[in-house]
């Protein structure tokens, strides 16, 4: 099968190259060959993504020349912990022979199969390579690109982890058809985020294909996946470290990860909370004049098309206390993110473009949260 | 107190100073405020430090400007865990307020607090800024130096932690006298090794003071930390991966941590084994004509000169698998520095100059370890 397209990730001193296809997945072997100089890799899994694509990608590095394991864990967000993270080290660490520097780690799953697996090798032998074969549409177009592993601590998401960047990137759209599509719609919230921070075409795109994107046409969705990861890798690539404009990613993340928060992390998921996120951050942006009504009204619609919420009352499960805004802002005041307690707003200028604005107010942030309950 | 030498790390992107100096302990808070521009520091020590140098840090600080927190953790190496991690960075990121990205951590101990309070500024949201302040000579010549932060796993010491190089290090070498005896002669033997690979001055130096050093005269002390901060700053500089030279500084251990796991980690002392570590490369090297017979007798009188071991009987306490010659060169062979089970010795060339060895065969192993047992 044909390699759709490939994006190089330009970083300082590593770049490296985002494949994106059709049927990639059982031609990893190559890439990962050329990145595993001892001709070893170990496959990191969960244990809904093992019986479902561990033997393909094994048989492909096998084929490559590699010697393969597979270590595996128990899928859920749940489990994305120190508990977990600690007993996946001590079994990588733990096979005979030994693992060696030259290792090569191979992150095959979601998103949380990448923050761990990576955070893994992030600090076995203090940094092992790794490569990303995701396998939700989420981890594709957030996930892959960045760097950024970690695990969730008692005191909130992704606080313990590191910055490590992977060899490489495989990323087949054909195994998006095995996806719940409650997992599909989540991904394609990150994909408007895009549009609306960085790429007015995109959303154009994204509108005319969501009934071919929401049916996970392979095709379609490799087009997606490749602009979406072009858009992050550009991002990321100007401002590796999350000291600048990396931060237009959170686009609707500041209220998006304060309704996951106050919902109780698993009950509202992440696409859901960022696309309410959006809306708000829209509202904002709307009363500032930043965008006109029809731009707010537009990125409401492309939600809307893809099954994903614009109100709390299109998430009819939401527990109560993730609708409240007192709770919502004393969460946002915490995220890691804000620096000194002032909550920091990405907001959209115009669609496409997009600022990030220290001083939005209490009330500002209260009407748009309000006009969610509407 | 004046500051006696100033050492700079010259690092890629990120230079940092080592000041060396006596009773500067409780001059520790300019230092910090410059790099903890939220004004916030969180102290990491173990419950030996504790009290006796977290309250002048801390004042220190405080003057400064800085709110200070202080967290603890049991001393012992068996504490430098996954376990004890996981409780410190989860206390830390439960702090209220909680921290964020500007929260400066201070490492305030011996090397398994600068090891293991590294790791948890490593990860902790993804990295924080850290300075170490050491309490020890081995920390103050080897572990402040660097950037290697770890925990300890089953199945090898340091085998989980990552790169994270410090914005400062403050080293007091009047702390030192409330140091054992022992752990003194532990941090000697790192200085030993430096003179040995790098400079041969340093050993006149060692061998003329070798009373001073060991009554702990800290002016003195004050000196030879200098001297060796700035060697292995130079080896650091041009290495900051440990991708070649660095490597240097393994001159002892190879042998001297198979010691130490053969023998059980905590019965033998680090620097006791990495002595017997050197007497035996030395041995190697005297063998292959790359030292004198005089100059291999030198160490072996310098190392005695400092009360450390340079035979197996010199340890009385020494477990018998301590010294099992198979059971070491198998340990060896899985040493997380050797390259497909090629045991690499780094080997002097005469004294003050170093190399590394891919070529030591089996039996000269064999024979510098029977040497140690005569």
């Known amino acids: 099968m044909p390699i759709v397209e490939t994006i190089v990730v330009e970083l300082a001193d590593r770049s490296y190259e985002v494949q994106v296809g059709v049927g990639v997945l059982a031609e990893v072997g190559p890439a990962a060959a050329e990145v595993a100089p001892a001709g070893r890799a170990v496959i990191i899994t969960d244990s809904n993504v093992r019986p479902l694509y561990a033997e393909p990608v094994s048989r492909s590095l096998v084929s490559a020349g590699l010697r393969v394991e597979v270590l595996d864990f128990p899928a859920g967000e749940e489990h994305k912990d120190l508990a977990t993270y600690g007993d996946v080290i001590n079994r990588l660490l733990g096979l005979s022979p030994p693992i060696d520097r030259a290792t090569l780690i191979v992150a095959l799953g979601g998103g949380v199969v990448g923050d761990l697996a990576g955070f893994v090798a992030a600090t076995a032998l203090r940094g092992l390579e790794f490569i990303i074969v995701p396998t939700t549409l989420l981890a594709d177009v957030d996930a892959s690109v960045g760097g950024k592993t970690a695990v969730d601590a008692p005191a909130g998401k992704n606080l ?215």
Chains 1, 2 share one sequence.
């Open 160 to 374: 313990i982890g590191a910055f490590h960047q992977p060899r490489a990137v495989v990323i087949d759209a054909a195994v998006l058809k095995t996806l719940p599509p409650a997992e599909l719609i989540n991904g394609l919230a990150e994909c408007v985020k895009h549009a609306v921070i960085r790429d007015r075409s995109l959303l154009d795109f994204i509108e005319r294909q969501a009934p071919a994107l929401l049916s996970a046409e392979a095709e379609m969705l490799a087009k997606l996946i490749a602009r979406n990861v072009a858009i992050k890798a550009a991002v990321v690539a100007g401002d590796e470290r999350e000291a600048g404009e990396r931060a237009h990613l959170n686009f609707g993340h500041t209220l998006g990860h304060a309704i996951e928060a106050a919902g109780g992390y698993g009950r509202v998921r992440h696409g859901q909370a960022v696309a309410l996120g959006m809306v708000a951050a829209c509202r904002i942006a709307a009363g500032r004049g930043l965008i006109t009504a029809d731009e707010e009204r537009r990125v409401r619609e492309v939600l809307s098309a893809l099954s994903l919420p614009v109100r709390f009352a299109d998430l009819p499960d939401l527990p109560a206390e993730a609708c409240e805004p007192g709770r919502l802002r004393e969460i946002m005041a915490h995220d890691k993110k804000a620096r000194g307690g002032v909550v920091r707003f990405v907001l959209p200028v115009g669609l496409g473009r997009a600022a990030i604005f220290d001083d939005v107010t209490g009330q500002e942030v209260l009407s748009a949260i309000e006009a969610l309950s509407g």
